[in-house]
Nanobody, 118 residues
């Protein structure tokens, strides 16, 4: 069973910053991770891709976050980060970590709430 532990969500004012972290592990096994990413789901809306990064380091971003969010990963720690700057109220959502292993299986974190409000 792959475990994803997310942290870093919270309440922030518009224009502020937050950094999300997601650490992946599986007891007794070495993880072979391909893609790591972040998705979000706002109330009444479908879950959408925020950013994802491949094992080789390439990254993709949703147009709505380009220039404000930066995804990075530490392969040695099986951890992915999402630095979120210039946050807007429309960024308010539950943010989910997603990990795709080399075997093709995808795993989700439990989600962390990000609220942008004054």
């Amino acid at each position: 069973q792959v475990q994803l532990v997310e942290s870093g969500g919270g309440l922030v004012q518009p224009g502020g910053s937050l950094r999300l972290s997601c650490a992946a592990s599986r007891s007794g096994f070495i993880l072979s991770i391909n893609v790591m990413g972040w998705y979000r789901q706002a109330p009444g809306k479908q879950r959408e891709l925020v950013a994802r990064t491949s094992r080789g380091g390439g990254a993709n971003y949703a147009d709505s976050v380009k220039g404000r969010f930066t995804i990075s990963r530490d392969n040695a720690k099986n951890t992915v980060y999402l630095q979120m700057n210039s946050l807007k109220p429309e960024d308010t959502a539950v943010y989910y970590c997603n990990v795709e292993l080399l075997d093709g299986l995808s795993h989700w974190g439990q989600g962390t709430q990000v609220t942008v409000s004054s």
